[in-house]
């Protein structure tokens, strides 16, 4: 809990309150505060002394005496306790440190009011010490325990001026009247107090300056680490832009001999099998190249499409036909429903192809045996797709992962994330949405809509070679 919220905290929980006071200065300002503490006790018990000895007071001096030894011997303890190293090296010593500070606390109230009742109650010129007293607690520990300690301190004087018409049943109880000499000697003690709060509230506006100058330093260190990250992204850009470009050309040829080889060449069954292999990795290494360059201007926000109204029938159906031979080649059976009657979108017809593509090429690599399907509809004024797989399936935890790039949840769904991420990129573009249903060990449902003519938000662009 920041301390600039303490005081607005209606009922701060105590494990909220210990978690705050374990910060790593709490050593330091509890160790202040004692000697805060040897500070009012020396002058509190020398300005009795005084004014006793002026005649200033005619209250017995022996309660002083008491409360200060006591208290000096007390803070003599905890202070030395402090100081121990060993002290800080277990978090239930840690622990036990906390309490014992919150204990002085309460201690050193009863300790004022102590004082304040055998020196004049109301008229006392030490009362004064609960202003120092909460004024150390908001500025070394936490602004909660000042807040509560206001409360104990205002009970205490609501009960005490209830029962000041009984004071004389009170034994030592003095009651000061006011006289020149007393008001001088309080003003003097005032005087005295301010100074120290004063010093106290010097010591609180240096601890601010400290931490901002810190948190200077760590944001401009930050600064430096956010440029480098963006520098080393940009060439990792540059590298995968470039390794894309490279190589498209050899892959290039490969996939055209191989469809060259499959088309004239007249090779035994074994060797049309692994051209068909090539072709189709060849294929997909080509998609994963072109799925790198889109989100490499995605982000520099240079990719450019190609808007235009299509009929549903003809953004699907190159994506069908590229992914019927790898469906033949693994014995599965594909079923598709796309009626023609389906009103036309609005959209970049490669891109959105590619979706298709895809999302049934997932299908099929995922899918040992079973069908493989593939529907459209119109639905709420959209065209809902969907490609259903009897594959392995994704489990919830997975699923979570698919659509982030480089998202592949687990090792089984190996080359899903980035294609999945691009899908949902191109989607998301043109006012649709993407979703997965699946069941492990039973199969997979992918969904996504798009807006028909008319509902389309997107804004038109113009047509730029990219």
Known sequence: MPISKGLHSASPKLPELLAELSAPRFRR?????????????????????????????????????????????????????????????????YSRIIWIALSTL???????????????????????????????????????????????????????????????????????????????????????????????????????????????????????????????????????????HDLRNPLTSVRGFSEMLLKKAKVDSESKYFLEIINNESQRLGRLFDDILDISRQEEGTLRWYMEVHDVLSIMEPAIASARPAVEAKGLSLKVNIPSSLPPVYGDKERLSRVVTNLLSNAVRFTSAGMISITAEEKDKNILIQVSDTGIGISKEDQAKLFKPFGRAAEQYEGMGLGLYICKTIVDHHGGKIWVESVPGEGSTFYFTLPVLGESKVLTQPKEKL
């Open 106 to 244: 309460i201690v050193d109230i009863l300790a004022i009011t102590a004082i304040v009742y055998f020196s004049g109650y109301l008229y006392s010129p030490f009362i004064i010490l609960y202003v120092v007293a909460l004024l150390s607690i908001s500025i070394f520990l936490n602004l909660p325990l000042a807040g509560w300690s206001l409360l104990g301190v205002a009970s205490l004087f609501i009960a005490g001026i209830t029962l000041l018409p009984k004071a004389t049943q009170f034994p030592g109880l003095v009651m000061l009247e006011p006289n020149p000499a007393l008001v001088i000697f309080s003003l003097a003690f005032f005087a005295a107090c301010i100074g120290l709060m004063v010093f106290m509230g010097s010591f609180a506006s240096n601890e601010v300056k400290f931490k901002t100058e810190e948190l200077a330093e760590t944001n401009t260190g930050l600064q430096q680490v956010i440029r480098r990250l963006e520098g080393l992204n940009d060439e990792k850009k540059q590298i995968l832009v470039g390794i894309s």
């Open 29 to 93: 300002n509890v160790i202040w505060t004692a000697r805060i503490r040897y500070i009012v006790i020396i002058s509190v018990w020398v300005f009795a002394l005084i004014g006793y000895i002026q005649g200033v007071f005619s209250f017995s001096m022996l309660p002083f005496h008491i409360i200060a030894a006591v208290g000096i011997s007390a803070n003599t303890f905890l202070y030395f306790y402090l100081l121990r190293p060993a002290a800080y090296k277990k978090v239930e010593d």
